[in-house]
């Protein structure tokens, strides 16, 4: 099993940066990538971006590419999120997830997941 632990959301205004933070535990042996989910109130919940934890390949959705940089550091077994330029439209609940394979979009593809953490965009 591996426990995943996210950090770092809360409220900012347009604009603004906020950095995300996902600690994992465990077998983390197992972790093939990593990826940022997100879900708005009564929205279902999307992908954001993903990392290949060996290779650092990344992937992004269309709506933050550009805004959005994801990282990880494999010695401390942590995930980030840089979110710069900030929309309204980015506030939701952001999850960490966790895989043995390769990079996924879909909420499917992901075997381990955290418990969530706020983000909310003032106008």
């Known amino acids: 099993q591996v426990q995943l632990v996210e950090s770092g959301g809360g409220l900012v205004q347009a604009g603004d940066s906020l950095r995300l933070s996902c600690a994992a535990s465990?077998?983390?042996?197992?972790?093939?990538?990593m990826g940022w989910f997100r879900q708005a109130p009564e929205k279902e919940r999307e992908f954001v971006t993903a990392?290949?934890?060996?290779?650092?390949?990344?992937r992004y959705t269309d709506s933050v590419k550009g805004r959005f940089i994801i990282s990880r550091d494999n010695a401390k077994n942590t995930v980030y999120l840089q979110m710069n330029s900030l929309k309204p439209e980015d506030t939701a609940v952001y999850y960490c997830?966790?895989?043995?394979?390769?990079?996924?979009?879909?909420?499917?593809?992901?075997?381990?997941w955290g418990q969530g953490t706020q983000v909310t965009v003032s106008s």
């Open positions: 997830a966790a895989n043995s394979y390769t990079v996924s979009g879909s909420l499917g593809g992901y075997d381990y």
């Open positions: 465990g077998r983390t042996f197992n972790i093939g990538s």
């Open positions: 990392i290949n934890w060996s290779g650092g390949n990344t």
